[in-house]
């Protein structure tokens, strides 16, 4: 039985590629078969930071029209064997694929994989009920910022108007030494305002900006944003791992290597 | 104003999520703040007939404020802090 997830946000710029582009790779890395669909029609963005920009022949509007079909649209990531992506269009706009076509697009990839993973564009217009359509749960990601906040409130909103099954919230960019310090939302005050159960937060880590400039996914590696996006992997996969959140588990030595930092 | 001192360092988390919690009730309720601002004024002018009330340091917002620290959040309230610059009464009763 496979599961369909959308990775959405609300606001643009708070890591949704990012995100699906690490749980898809964690998702395979752990022996999923699994297949990352790019939802934004127009601003093609997946392709580039999975680094399979110059793999790329059809796309997502080429098999809906029926111009190919889909496993010639499917690009095989070939450094994990259960890793496929399906690119969008970069010429068309939202308006070339409506929810039905999207509900019977991840329909037909279901006998194939175990996870199917859409990742959402921004806002709460066409391409956004495009990807949920079909999705059996979601991922909300957002950053203790309060326009994120914000947006991901209405986003949830949405969501549960619209029956979504299940809702998880995923906080990205934490600075846990400014957490410490007063002068950003904790992950548990996200929680609080959101109303919505964790599946996970991400570190602000300069590793990331490092693995989308080579296109290389960083989760399941030795950072601890790749530790962080393996972890949610695991607990989609139904593990219970638990969240060990640095400002929760911060030791005698954190505070003395932040102190001598600080020096 | 000085622009450094209205950054309040090591603190403004704390106001990112109460601002959030007013902006998130208002978005829900569809309540207007230019009716919050309205009554603002008005608390501030029926106040400062009793006392010097800092009208600029007057908070109102809308919140979901809790029974108990731990406890569950009761019904949207209207909250104000008044700070009030001298107790001594002005007498125009």
């Known amino acids: 039985m496979s599961e369909v997830i959308v990775v959405t946000s609300g606001k643009?710029?708070?890591?949704?590629?990012?995100?699906?582009?690490?749980?898809?790779?964690?998702?395979?890395?752990?022996?999923?078969?699994t297949v990352m669909i790019d939802t934004d029609i127009g601003l093609r963005n997946l392709d580039v930071v999975m680094g399979l920009e110059n793999r790329i022949v059809y796309n997502l509007v080429d098999v809906v029209e029926g111009n190919c079909r889909m496993k010639q649209a499917l690009i095989r990531d070939k450094r994990y064997p259960n890793l496929y992506l399906l690119p969008s269009a970069q010429t068309r706009d939202k308006s070339a694929v409506n929810?039905?076509?999207?509900r019977k697009l991840t329909e037909d990839l279901?006998?194939?994989?175990d996870y199917i993973l859409l990742d959402c564009p921004a806002g709460i217009e066409q391409g956004f009920r495009n990807a949920v359509a079909g999705a059996d749960r979601a991922l909300v990601v957002t950053t203790p910022e309060v326009s994120a906040i914000r947006d991901a409130d209405?986003?949830?909103?949405?969501?549960?108007?619209?029956?979504?099954?299940?809702?998880?919230?995923?906080?990205?960019?934490?600075?846990?030494?400014?957490?410490?310090?007063?002068?950003?939302?904790?992950?548990?005050?996200?929680?609080?305002?959101?109303?919505?159960?964790?599946?996970?937060?991400?570190?602000?880590?300069?590793?990331?900006?490092?693995?989308?400039?080579q296109g290389e996914p960083l989760?399941?590696?030795?950072t601890p944003s790749g530790q962080a996006y393996l972890d949610i992997?695991?607990?989609?996969?139904?593990?219970?791992?638990?969240?060990?959140?640095?400002?929760?588990?911060?030791?005698?030595?954190?505070?003395?290597t932040s102190f001598l930092k600080r020096a | 104003m000085d622009r450094r001192t209205a950054l309040r360092k090591g603190r403004s988390g704390e106001i990112a999520a109460r601002r959030l919690k007013f902006l998130l009730t208002a978005d829900k309720t569809g309540f207007p703040?230019?009716?919050?601002?309205?009554?603002?004024?008005?608390?501030?002018?029926?106040?400062?007939?009793?006392?010097?009330?800092?009208?600029?340091?007057?908070?109102?917002?809308?919140?979901r404020p809790k029974s108990a620290p731990d406890g569950p959040d009761i019904c949207p309230a209207l909250c104000a802090v008044i700070p009030v610059r001298s107790f001594r009464l002005k007498g125009t009763f």
């Open chain 1, 12 to 33: 643009g710029g708070v890591g949704k590629t990012t995100t699906s582009a690490n749980i898809g790779t964690g998702l395979a890395m752990l022996g999923k078969r």
């Open chain 1, 99 to 102: 929810p039905e076509q999207m």
């Open chain 1, 110 to 113: 279901q006998d194939d994989f």
């Open chain 1, 154 to 213: 209405r986003i949830i909103g949405l969501l549960e108007h619209g029956q979504m099954k299940s809702i998880h919230l995923i906080v990205n960019r934490v600075r846990y030494d400014m957490v410490r310090r007063g002068d950003m939302m904790s992950v548990d005050d996200v929680m609080d305002i959101l109303a919505v159960p964790l599946i996970g937060a991400i570190p602000d880590d300069e590793a990331i900006v490092i693995s989308t400039n």
């Open chain 1, 219 to 222: 989760a399941g590696t030795d």
């Open chain 1, 233 to 256: 992997c695991r607990r989609l996969l139904g593990e219970e791992i638990p969240l060990t959140l640095p400002n929760v588990s911060f030791g005698l030595f954190g505070r003395l």
């Open chain 2, 33 to 63: 703040p230019e009716t919050l601002a309205m009554i603002r004024n008005d608390i501030y002018r029926v106040v400062s007939r009793y006392v010097d009330v800092d009208f600029g340091q007057m908070e109102l917002h809308l919140g």
